[in-house]
């Protein structure tokens, strides 16, 4: 259960950091996904969690 509250604390940080840093871009990024069809943000959505499920199971086995 630590680990779960350590990783949503590290999105929350990176993600704030994205909206104080650079809220423009942040904004350009909604624009472009609002202009994805739905099927195409699943499959990003799908590929960015199967990435951070890869790169966990890469770091707790080395």
């Known amino acids: ?3 779960v509250i350590l990783g949503i604390a590290l999105v929350l940080i990176i993600e704030g950091l994205a909206y104080a840093l650079a809220p423009s871009l942040i904004e350009r ?3 472009a996904m609002r202009a994805m069809r739905l099927d195409l943000r699943r499959l990003v959505g799908v590929s ?3 990435t951070g499920v890869a ?3 890469i770091l ?3």
Do not use: I
């Open 1 to 3: 259960m630590e680990t």
């Open 60 to 62: 707790q086995t080395f």
């Open 55 to 57: 790169m966990l199971w």
């Open 29 to 31: 990024m909604l624009e």
């Open 48 to 50: 960015a969690m199967a």
